[in-house]
């Protein structure tokens, strides 16, 4: 399971050098790798949790560059208003009416965003939008760090390894043995860091046990940003 601890992507360096083809890799080389297999492994986990103010003007803002998966959005219409959460938006047309040589720049889009090219679109002109996202850690050198987990430690060194080897084979300068045993350990080690990554630790079982397991049901948690969600059931008797 993910103990949200993260350490240094300079922590794996040293093993990963030590094979023929990787010598000289750099940490910002490990980066993109690690970043891809994030996204290969998919758990909401992986990541870090972050919050961004984004400034909205002329129904747009820019998002941001560390975005990976986005929780949820607010947005307060007046000072002394309750926050609304936002949907996104069904309507496929949504990003167009806010454009300026758009048909129709009145169009009501009921609280909604939609997303294209690093940009939001908002269905409010102007403001402030907060968004709760996931995003990838870093450390004080900019440099993403990795889940303290074994399993994807093992995943990674060898999914670099096979990226390497990929091409070295085609050329024959790999044996087919030795390319298979690093594409076997990869998807042995990547198995095992998806299975612990997506296990429930007892407090989220509970949680979600508590959320879905109701006489009553809520149907809109998403208006109170989930805050409830994980709240028991009570009745008076």
Not at 196 to 201: A, D, V
Request: with cysteine; net charge negative; aromatic share 14%.
């Amino acid at each position: 399971m993910s103990n949200t601890k993260y350490i240094s992507i300079k922590s794996i360096l040293y093993d990963i050098t030590r094979y023929p083809f990787v010598e000289n890799i750099q940490p910002e080389d490990i980066a993109i790798y690690l970043k891809t297999l994030l996204s290969l492994v998919g758990s909401p986990f992986n990541f870090d949790r972050k919050y961004a103010n984004i400034e909205i003007k002329n129904n747009k803002g820019l998002l941001p560059c560390d975005l990976i998966m986005i929780n949820g959005t607010r947005y307060k219409f007046n000072d002394n208003d309750k926050y609304t959460s936002l949907k996104y938006a069904s309507d496929i047309f949504h990003s167009q009416y806010h454009i300026s040589d758009s048909p129709d720049l009145t169009c009501d889009a009921d609280n909604s965003y939609s997303i294209n090219n690093n940009i939001i679109y908002t269905s409010f002109s102007e403001g402030i939008l907060e968004m709760s996202y996931q995003g990838i850690l870093v450390d004080d050198e900019g440099l993403p760090m990795i889940p303290d987990n074994e399993s994807f430690k093992q995943a990674l060194k060898y999914y670099i390894l096979w990226q390497y080897t990929e091409p070295a084979r085609y050329r024959n300068e790999v044996s087919r043995d030795v390319y298979e045993d690093i594409k076997q350990q990869y998807y042995w080690y990547v198995g095992q860091a998806t299975n612990s990554f997506n296990m429930l630790t007892p407090d989220r079982a509970k949680s979600l046990e508590n959320g879905l397991i109701r006489l009553f049901q809520n149907v809109d948690f998403h208006s109170t940003n989930w805050k409830d969600f994980n709240k028991k059931e009570h009745f008076r008797k």
